[in-house]
């Protein structure tokens, strides 16, 4: 698997992919579409304004969103979407930003919403104020958080409400959203992973939300450096402000005027928070091929091959002393995954030892390793080809004093 591969040249084993779209092992396999298009992109030179521009207009068309944004991953366009949220199109917030002396930077986010991920809205100088309990796991029928609770805590300070959509935790985005805009405040998405369907690119603007993150690396299958911002225009124009090098003499700056309007800004931006996450013009073409890529693609065709390689994963693990597998279809994935319960008496090693054992291997074998301590493992067919499926199974049971099949 990892004959004449530029990894071999560096001396670097590589991954057969059974975790899913998770960046610190590269995301998902970049489209032909898009490195085709970055290419092509790599032959002239561009103003990077026009190009953001010309982005914007295709995300509109398939999101419904006001504006759109290429930006780098989607960790960037939360770091973006909260600086516009603070700063809007006032120059002297933007260039003090993270720093928020006397001005409204809390970000309202129900406790249960709140990962690592955050940090992203912390780093543009947003002051996380949690909201709700975490009483569902009592199993009382009792939601984490209510609609009075975010209204509750939006005062004078409130710059935004960041919602981390899952399909099982409530309440509905559509309340969330009615609930900050009687209060004249914006509503952020982290809909990183949640596509596809396809349908889901615009059903999160449908329900209210003003900025909304998707990463661009994942399901669409662009470079892993990018990442989708769609919302209202006017959050879009101060995200590019912040973004884009804005070192110019103020009588030759000219940015497009559908993007970012230089006559409603008091002056020339200085280089914004988010001037670190640079995104090329190649990267910017590439996923804009990739996008279009995405919608062509016949999704329901994917998802049943994804769910015939979890089938054939899972009949692979049910033989094997030790482990039983489940099938699940649940909110936490948009594709089928296949749990593995491992009995470690039985199996004759622990699940975390088993899950080790693959990292360590030549090429690396990744499962998903969440619920390693309570003894599973999950299997994602997502990024597998029918061969790494068969490898990653084969490696399994020979680490459990199988025969590898390989």
């Known amino acids: 698997m990892t004959d004449g591969s530029v990894y071999e040249e560096l001396g670097v084993p590589t991954v057969v992919n059974a975790a899913g779209t998770k960046?610190?092992?590269?995301?998902?396999?970049?489209?032909?579409?898009?490195?085709?298009?970055?290419?092509?992109?790599?032959?002239?030179?561009?103003?990077?304004?026009?190009l953001q521009a010309a982005a914007?207009?295709?995300?509109?068309?398939?999101?419904?969103?006001?504006?759109g944004?290429?930006?780098?991953?989607?960790?960037?366009?939360?770091l973006l979407a909260a600086a516009a949220s603070i700063a809007g199109t006032d120059p002297g917030t933007m260039a003090r930003l993270p720093n928020t002396d006397d001005v409204a930077d809390e970000v309202v986010m129900p406790r249960t919403h709140r990962t690592g991920y955050d940090h992203a809205l912390r780093t543009a100088g947003a002051t996380i104020v949690d909201v709700g309990t975490n009483d569902a796991t009592l199993g009382t029928g009792a939601r984490n958080v209510e609609p009075w609770e975010y209204a509750d805590a939006i005062g004078e300070d409130t710059a935004a409400v960041a919602h981390v959509y899952k399909?099982?935790?409530g309440p509905p985005l559509a309340e969330v959203c009615e609930v900050a805009h009687d209060h004249d405040v914006p509503v952020i998405?982290?809909?990183?992973?949640?596509?596809?369907p396809k349908a889901n690119l615009s059903w999160f603007?449908?329900?209210?939300?003003?900025?909304?993150?998707?990463?661009?690396?994942?399901?669409?299958?662009?470079?892993?450096?990018?990442?989708i911002l769609a919302?209202?225009?006017?959050?879009?124009?101060?995200?590019?402000?912040?973004?884009?090098?804005?070192?110019?003499?103020?009588s030759v700056w000219d940015p497009p005027e559908r993007l970012l309007d230089a006559g409603r800004f008091d002056g020339v931006p200085r280089q914004g928070v988010g001037r670190p996450l640079k995104v090329g013009k190649e990267e910017l073409v590439g996923l804009l091929a990739a996008l279009d890529a995405f919608l062509a693609e016949d999704h329901d065709a994917l998802a049943r091959e994804w769910r015939e390689r979890a089938e054939r994963v899972a009949a692979g693990l049910d033989a094997v002393e030790g482990l039983s597998t489940t099938i699940e279809d649940g909110a936490k994935s948009v594709a089928p995954t296949v749990a593995v319960a491992v009995d470690a008496e039985r199996a004759g090693r622990s699940a975390a030892d088993l899950v080790l054992a693959l990292r360590r291997e030549d090429p690396r074998v990744f499962v998903g390793a969440d619920g390693v301590d309570g003894g599973t493992f999950t299997v994602s067919p997502m990024c597998l080809t029918d061969d790494e499926a068969d490898h990653a199974v084969a490696?399994?049971?020979?680490?459990?004093?199988g025969e590898s099949g390989d």
């Open 23 to 50: 960046t610190r092992i590269g995301g998902s396999r970049i489209r032909p579409e898009a490195r085709e298009a970055m290419d092509r992109a790599a032959e002239a030179f561009v103003r990077l304004s026009d």
């Open 56 to 67: 914007s207009d295709r995300i509109t068309e398939v999101t419904g969103a006001e504006a």
């Open 69 to 78: 944004y290429v930006t780098n991953g989607a960790a960037g366009a939360l």
């Open 167 to 169: 399909a099982y935790e």
């Open 189 to 196: 998405v982290d809909a990183a992973a949640e596509l596809p």
């Open 205 to 227: 603007t449908d329900q209210g939300a003003d900025l909304v993150a998707f990463s661009g690396g994942k399901a669409i299958r662009g470079p892993q450096t990018t990442g």
């Open 231 to 250: 919302g209202r225009a006017a959050l879009i124009e101060s995200v590019a402000a912040q973004h884009l090098d804005t070192h110019a003499t103020a």
């Open 395 to 401: 490696r399994i049971r020979a680490n459990l004093g």
